[in-house]
T-cell receptor
């Protein structure tokens, strides 16, 4: 069965600093890969997704993620964090042909210091 | 365009009682998913509807959970009887096709005391 690991439960960065959130997955082939964000009181919002092709994916809010097959990773990066980026971030995978049901990591809570 | 809505936003019930959660997907979305997040754990898949049919219910924890999707529109998730371990946040999501983006609702926080 596939699984997703987000090793950092909490991360604190200063506003303006760069951000990298780690995600590793376990699956026999290349799954579909996603990053979602949840702000307080809101539903999960899709930031970006990877199905195939270019391994560097651009998303909304200036975010990008890079798929590295050799490391089974899909890390999210943002060059400069804003206070409004404080939220919980989830990495997720889906099995191609598997109905698109998502398997999530445990989430990373991002705190931004002003 | 209205997003995915869920009702209620929060429910507190006693062990042994029944609770019904409702999800209204985005109009025209055939695919509807239920997920659950127990405190401190990851969000887990419960089941997937395509229109009114259950496509995949492999994540349903036990037979105390019953999901329906009337006429392929809104969906309900009933827990009967509720147990303490059922506490958590229940999310609903919908998508237009099976590879499409899943749009999530804000969730229903269920507390069983």
């Amino acid at each position: 069965a596939q699984s997703v690991t987000q090793p950092d439960i909490h991360i604190t960065v200063s506003e303006g600093a760069s951000l990298e959130l780690r995600c590793n997955y376990s699956y026999g082939a290349t799954p579909y890969l996603f990053w979602y964000v949840q702000s307080p009181g809101q539903g999960l919002q899709l930031l970006l997704k990877y199905f195939s092709g270019d391994t560097l994916v651009q998303g909304i809010k200036g975010i990008e993620a890079e798929f590295k097959r050799s490391q089974s990773s899909f890390n999210l990066r943002k060059p400069s964090v804003h206070w409004s980026d404080a939220a919980e971030y989830f990495c997720a995978v889906a099995t191609p042909g598997g109905g698109n049901k998502l398997t999530f990591g445990t989430g990373t809570q991002l705190k931004v210091e002003l | 365009e209205a997003g995915v809505t869920q009702f209620p936003s929060h429910s507190v019930i006693e062990k042994g009682q029944t609770v019904t959660l409702r999800c209204d997907p985005i109009s025209g979305h055939d695919n509807l998913y239920w997920y659950r997040r127990v405190m401190g754990k990851e969000i887990k898949f419960l089941l997937h509807f395509v229109k009114e049919s259950k496509q995949d219910e492999s994540g349903m924890p036990n037979n105390r959970f019953l999901a329906e999707r009337t006429g392929g529109t809104y969906s309900t998730l009933k827990v009967q009887p509720a147990e303490l371990e059922d506490s958590g946040v229940y999310f609903c999501a919908s998508s237009q096709d099976y590879r499409g983006e899943q749009y999530f609702g804000p969730g229903t926080r269920l507390t069983v005391t």
